[in-house]
Nanobody, 128 residues
Framework: LVQLVESGGGSVQAGGSLRLSCAASGYTSRTYCMGWFRQAPGKEREGVARIYTGGGTTYYGDSVKGRFTFSQDISKNTLYLQMNSLKPEDTAIYYC?????????????????????WGQGTQVTVSS
């Protein structure tokens, strides 16, 4: 059974930082895509950041480049997203997602269908 458990959301003022965690279990392969997506009220879901665990290839959305950064603890199958310089427009529910992939290109925004497993979501609120 694949499980993704998120933590680390919360409320912060603009300019502040938060770190999200996603612990994955149940994957038999070490090469898969993991990513963070977000959805704000009334808006479509947006891919924020994606990583291929097999080699570390990363993809960041234009709105978060330079502010959000991945890190991994492979021993714990945990992915972290460090979010700095947060803005009110970053306010959303953040979802961790994952799925098996044969190569890093399948983790990009052109292959959202790769992400077959989803966490329950964690709220991030940034006040101005």
């Amino acid at each position: 059974l694949v499980q993704l458990v998120e933590s680390g959301g919360g409320s912060v003022q603009a300019g502040g930082s938060l770190r999200l965690s996603c612990a994955a279990s149940g994957y038999t392969s070490r090469t898969y895509c993991m990513g963070w997506f977000r959805q704000a009220p009334g808006k479509e879901r947006e891919g924020v950041a994606r990583i291929y665990t097999g080699g570390g290839t990363t993809y960041y959305g234009d709105s978060v480049k330079g502010r959000f950064t991945f890190s991994q603890d492979i021993s714990k199958n945990t992915l972290y997203l460090q979010m700095n310089s947060l803005k009110p427009e970053d306010t959303a529910i953040y979802y961790c997602a994952a799925g098996w992939a044969p190569g890093p290109q399948y983790c990009s925004g052109a292959f959202d269908s790769t992400y077959t497993d989803w966490g329950q979501g964690t709220q991030v609120t940034v006040s101005s």
